[in-house]
């Protein structure tokens, strides 16, 4: 098996310069990222992954579908991924990304800028992205997604494969845009553990057992508001008491959304 | 065909109780060793502070250390070559609230699968099952080909009940449960369940639909295909060998399908080599493609 060194050498280079505190720090990772593409080390690991499966049939790397996790260290991944098809949606991204495409084919894409006023944790469907702009990368060229302003459709005529390097999210949430009409259709938790503890707080809910009420509490102070106002109904399933209070403190929630969703069940309850 | 397995116990078994029992005493290639620990698995059961406490510890870790990446499988342990889970089966009101989404295996979608695993109805009314049965050795794994499913029986499956699936035999479809409702799974992981297919039916026509994708063998064609897209003459070789003497007849079709790309100028010798697999879905796809080929 070749060696593959400067995958190693890739990632120490994130590490030293990508300064997680400090989130524009990971545009200086533009160039070695596009040295590292073209040094070819991507498709060296993928071939080591056919030399495994080779050597043992039942082998299974981290693969998922259509993609290979290369490395998923401190604050980003580095993955090659394999786009089939077109989108039906446009979806935000929750966090900065910078894509190449390997092979020989160029990478199309559309950029649309998000509305001025737009807050990713306040999901509104009367937010509207605008003014398309097409683009195109060539193999070996690096496009940086800069999330926090623009929103991305990629046209896949045919199956293309692509080395992506992302930091961490840091919106926590995922939208989904209408391609005709451009307006917010839907969102997503941006985070599959943020999806984990909403679930596991309403399973906790239906299960009803005094022992989930302190960890049910301690979720009330996620950082993430959906994750909150799952535990506050659940809490709402098992302590009556403990969920009034932390619905008292939501009126002060630094989330609109649960701020009135909080208004609304005291004064169903009738406690305000 | 799917076996009920009458067990009654009111022990209450650990999990570790029930690894340290199948790594002693189970044989995990034998459906009926295998239904051994039915007891045991009833036992585990019992134990009714399982999944609320390792629900707890998981929302105060804030689900860092666990590594299944699903909102509605909490995993319990594990032993040589299989593993316990805990399968939470939302009601139809669960999944239009939008507090819990529905997982990879929808509802109302025939499928089998391509490991044995057995199941205690833990939690909640439980689903509806209607079970299926299918011969798996005359499936050529063509989408759309059809395939004879032997309709068997619908099940309530409810709490306390024990229910163990051969794989690639039983099929079923699932229907919500009225209420939210948990299951615990005791899955064999053992290797070659990597190298056997999974398949989705379509009832109505009585046809093989498709394979789900974040099966291991769909994944490891995505690499083999990725591989393809951006490789040299060393891949050429790995392809070859894949295409020539993988035990997956996907995995063989998808060697030759990205040596084909690889080397256009050889596609002829390729497919001519292809249309001598064993397996009728690599042999037609040989012939299609020469086919196309003398027409071009």
């Known amino acids: 098996m070749k060696s593959l060194p400067s995958i190693q050498d890739f990632i120490e280079t994130v590490d030293r310069e990508f300064a997680r505190e400090r989130m524009e720090s990971f545009w200086d990772l533009e160039l070695p990222f596009r040295d590292f593409v073209r040094s070819g080390a991507l498709a060296l690991a993928l071939d080591a992954e056919l030399e495994r499966t080779v050597a043992n049939p039942s082998y299974m790397g981290q693969w998922r579908a259509n993609q290979l996790v290369v490395h998923r260290g401190r604050g980003f991944a580095l993955s090659v991924w394999l786009f089939e098809s077109t989108r039906q949606y446009v979806h935000s991204m929750p966090f900065y990304g910078m894509y190449a495409p390997l092979g020989t084919q160029s990478l199309n894409f559309t950029r649309y800028e998000l509305p001025a006023d737009y807050r990713n944790d306040v999901f509104d469907p009367g937010k509207q992205i605008h003014s398309p702009s097409r683009g195109e990368v060539a193999p070996g060229e690096v496009l940086k997604l800069y999330s926090d302003r623009y929103v991305y459709d990629f046209q896949i005529d045919q199956p293309i494969v692509v080395a992506k390097l992302t930091c961490a999210a840091f919106q926590s949430m995922e939208w989904l845009f209408n391609k005709q009409t451009g307006y917010a259709w839907q969102a997503n938790d941006s985070e599959i553990n943020a999806t984990q503890l909403r679930v596991a707080a309403y399973i906790l809910g239906k299960l009803a057992d005094p022992t989930s009420v302190e960890p049910l509490k301690q979720l009330t102070a996620h950082p993430n508001h959906a994750v909150r106002w799952a535990a506050v109904q659940a809490l709402g399933r098992i302590n009556r008491s403990a969920a009034v209070e932390k619905l008292q403190q939501a009126l002060d929630d630094p989330h609109p959304h649960l701020r009135r969703a909080a208004a609304k069940t005291l004064s169903q309850l009738k406690v305000i | ?296």
């Not at chain 2, 502070?49 to 666990?66: A, H, M």
């Not at chain 2, 299989?82 to 997982?103: I, K, T």
């Not at chain 2, 992981?189 to 974040?214: A, C, I, K, N, W």
């Open chain 2, 1 to 296: 065909m799917a076996r009920i397995i009458e067990t009654r116990t009111e022990r209450v078994v650990s999990v570790e109780e029930f690894v340290d029992f199948v790594q002693a005493q189970v044989d995990l290639s034998d459906l009926d060793s295998i239904a051994t620990a039915a007891p045991l698995l009833r036992g585990l059961a019992n134990d009714r502070q399982l999944v609320v406490s390792r629900l707890n510890q998981q929302v105060l870790n804030l689900f860092r250390s666990e590594s299944v990446p699903s909102a509605q499988v909490i995993y319990l342990g594990e032993g040589r070559d299989f593993y316990l889970r805990a399968n939470v089966w939302p009601a139809l009101a669960d999944l239009s609230s939008g507090r819990v989404h529905q997982d990879q295996f929808s509802y109302n979608l025939a499928h089998d699968h391509n490991y044995n695993f057995m199941t205690v109805g833990y939690h909640g009314p439980g689903y509806i099952t209607d079970m299926y049965e299918y011969d798996n050795h005359v499936v050529t794994g063509k989408l759309g080909e059809p395939v004879e499913l032997r309709y068997v029986e619908r099940i309530h499956f409810r709490t306390g009940m024990v229910m163990l699936y051969e794989a690639s035999r039983d099929a079923h479809t699932q229907l919500a449960p009225e209420d939210l409702s948990i299951t615990l799974n005791f899955m064999i992981s053992t290797p070659e369940v990597r190298l056997r297919d999974q398949y989705f039916f379509d009832l109505e026509s009585g046809t093989l639909l498709d394979y789900p994708v974040e099966t291991d063998g769909s994944r490891r064609i995505s690499i083999l295909r990725m591989a393809a897209d951006v490789g040299d003459a060393n891949t050429q070789q790995l392809l070859a060998d894949l295409a020539q003497s993988h035990p997956c007849r996907r995995t063989r079709l998808a060697g030759y399908e990205g040596l084909a790309r690889l080397r256009p100028q050889d596609a002829e010798n390729l497919w001519r080599k292809a249309g001598g697999d064993s397996e009728p879905m690599v042999a037609d796809a040989a012939r299609s493609k020469l086919e196309a080929l003398s027409r071009a």
